[in-house]
């Protein structure tokens, strides 16, 4: 999930947008702020991956309040003022939403947010992975290795996960989270298609309206919040005449 904040003075807005937020199943909102003074302590306490920022604020305009951040989330600038387009980009925006703007030109942003996400990702998960793509995992007091590529899928049962493994009749069983997990594997390979599923996109062999079949006929189901992320996947693969 692409965690983001709002940040705007007007109200009705913020309201606007956390309505847009909410139907974008890979943005997860953290807040909304109505100045940048009330974000700064947001932005220096939690992680943050983006933040749509209006540019006329209180005490702080958006554009000086993006100048004075060490490291800055990606940035949307929103505003009702178009002079402002040129400035903003130079600060390096994903985008420049010109007010009033409509719950499209929030999924247009999003996914331009959305593609530099994956791409930042992708970096850092090079940096990360080992050069054998192996993981250690603590499992029935001992810690095994695992070759990341060797995992079909995980299923996530209360607060533990089972780890099935290419060749493997019984999966590995570990107390950790499935978020955790999602931000260890390599999303180049894996994608999370359900509350409780991540999956081996190299291993998918079927793929239905509900459902997506793995190789040794494993039945997956894809949850609703979920689908946009895998068709946008299976189009970027889709072969045409």
């Not at 800055?72 to 040129?86: C, D, G, I």
């Not at 290795?145 to 899928?153: E, F, L």
Request: proline share 5%.
């Amino acid at each position: 999930m692409i965690r983001c904040i709002i940040i705007d003075d007007e109200p009705l807005a913020l309201k606007q947008m956390e309505g847009y937020i909410n139907k974008i199943p890979y943005l997860e909102l953290v807040a909304s702020c109505q100045s940048a003074i009330d974000a700064r302590p947001i932005l220096e306490n939690e992680k943050i991956d983006a933040m749509f920022c209006d540019i006329n604020l209180p005490e702080l305009n958006g554009l000086d309040f993006v100048k004075s951040l060490e490291n800055p989330p990606m940035v949307v600038f929103t505003t009702a003022y178009s002079e402002y387009a040129v400035e903003g980009f130079q600060l390096d925006a994903v985008d420049y939403l010109l007010k009033p703007f409509g719950c499209d030109d929030m999924r247009r942003a999003a996914e331009k947010i959305k593609k530099r996400y994956d791409a930042m990702r992708t970096l850092q998960e090079v940096s990360q992975i080992d050069e054998d793509d192996a993981i250690f995992l603590k499992t029935e007091y001992k810690i095994v290795r695992i070759n990341i590529g060797q995992i079909h899928y995980v299923e996530a049962m209360s607060e533990y996960l089972r780890i099935y493994l290419e060749g493997n009749p019984r999966p590995i069983i570990v107390l950790l989270s499935m978020k955790k997990m999602e931000e260890r594997l390599p999303s180049r390979t894996f994608m999370r298609v359900h509350r409780s599923y991540i999956i081996n996109l190299k291993k998918i062999r079927e793929v239905s309206k509900n459902r997506i079949v793995l190789g040794d006929d494993i039945d997956i189901p894809i949850g609703d919040s979920y689908r946009d992320q895998l068709n946008a996947y299976i189009n970027s693969k889709f072969l045409t005449k």
